[in-house]
């Protein structure tokens, strides 16, 4: 079974302060790894895929990375607005062809001014 | 691109009632999910369609629940006899065959 663990489960950082969410993922043949944010009352939004280890993408503060086993969420002198839930999920290979993203339990972030 | 949209937003209902939820997905994209989220978690899988075939459903999906995709456009899920651990946060997805998933603002249950 495919099991995603996010940690720390909240992290609260003063406006500039850096620092690294962690994903790590147990899946039988990784297809994707995605992360998202989520403001309250709303549904996810996407930031990024990775497909495989040693992959980074970027996006304005936040950095993603992938290894073998877990994926980080690097965020760069973060700002009051990048307050919210994160997300990671993975999508993994089967015979029927699955596409259903297994989600962690998320990241809140609190980024106080 | 108007994104993906749920309606209703918010629905209250009794205990034993049934419930219909629909999802309009982003119009190029052939495949359609529904998730469920609870407060605190993150939402679970529960069932996906490309076009209007369901090509699969989650362990999570009681035969109280039923979901269709007519004609590959907008779907519907709906749930029976709703109890109060059905309670929860119904999301939609779409994509554009196995690329990433968007998903819409959701549909929020409350069962009394």
């Known amino acids: 079974e495919d099991q995603v663990t996010q940690s720390p489960e909240a992290l609260r950082l003063q406006e500039g302060e850096s620092s690294s969410l962690n994903c790590s993922y147990t899946v039988s043949g990784l297809r994707g790894l995605f992360w998202y944010r989520q403001d309250p009352g709303k549904g996810p939004e996407f930031l990024f895929t990775l497909y495989s280890a040693g992959e980074e993408k970027e996006k304005e503060r936040l950095k993603a990375t992938l290894t073998k086993k877990e994926s980080f969420l690097h965020i760069t002198a973060p700002k009051p607005e990048d307050s919210a839930t994160y997300l990671c999920?993975?999508?993994?290979?089967?015979?029927?062809?699955?596409?259903?993203?297994?989600f962690g339990k998320g990241t809140h972030l609190i980024i106080q001014p | 691109d108007t994104g993906v949209s749920q309606d209703p937003r918010h629905k209250i209902t009794k205990r034993g009632q049934n419930v219909t939820f629909r999802c309009d997905p982003i119009s190029e994209h052939n495949r359609l999910y529904w998730y469920r989220q609870t407060l605190g978690q993150g939402p679970e899988f529960l069932t996906y369609f490309q076009n209007e075939a369901q090509l699969e459903k989650s362990r999570l999906l009681s035969d109280r629940f039923s979901a269709e995709r007519p004609k590959g456009s907008f779907s519907t899920l709906e749930i029976q006899r709703t109890e109060q651990g059905d309670s929860a946060m119904y999301l939609c997805?779409?994509?554009?065959?196995?690329?990433?998933?968007?998903f819409g603002p959701g549909t929020r249950l409350t069962v009394t």
């Open positions: 999920a993975v999508q993994a290979y089967s015979g029927g062809g699955a596409d259903g993203l297994t």
């Open positions: 997805a779409s994509s554009l065959m196995t690329y990433e998933q968007y």
